[in-house]
Structure formats: structure tokens, C-alpha cells
């Protein structure tokens, strides 16, 4: 019997809520794994260039840093040719 009354005075949970948090953080983990392949991109194009000229390459042939960062990340996924689909409100965001 106490079970069910410490049970009664718990507030009930929202799952509309709980829904909300989780496409939030979906969200968040899509624009974190999208920055994420786009600065591996970028690491492995300037590797591909002779040391100390790396920056100076990569400036010429996709643009500054400057550039590059207010860019959206469908921009940067076409410019860097990355093969993936983003999600229509991830696509849009800047870099």
C-alpha cells in the first residue's frame, strides 16, 4: 500500500517533452557529425599538400578560413564534395 501511494504523489512525466529533448539532441549529434566530417575533409585536403604551404593551397583552390566559416554546411559539403544527405534545417545552419 505504500508503493502505491508514493507512486500517486510522483509527478507524471510528459513524454511530449521527453520527444522534444530527444530531436533536440538528433539535431545537435546531426550539426556536431556534419562539422565533424567537414574538418576531416579539411585536415585531409590540406595533408595532401606540401608543409608549409598547406593553408596558402587550401585558401587558393576552396577559399579562407574566413570564407570557409560563414559558409553553410551544404555549401561546404558541395565545395569539399562530400557525398552526403543533410537534414533541411542542419543544411542551412553555418559552419
Known sequence: MAMRESQAMRPAST???KNQTFVVNKRDAEIKQARDLIEQ???KIKA???PGMQNKLF???YGSEEKIQQMSLQQLFA???IN????KGV?????
Open 91 to 95: 543544411a542551412e545552419l553555418k559552419f
Open 48 to 50: 595532401s599538400y606540401p
Open 15 to 17: 513524454p511530449v517533452k
Open 79 to 81: 565545395v569539399l564534395n
Open 41 to 43: 575533409n579539411i585536415i
Open 84 to 87: 552526403q544527405v543533410l537534414a
Open 59 to 61: 585558401a587558393l583552390r
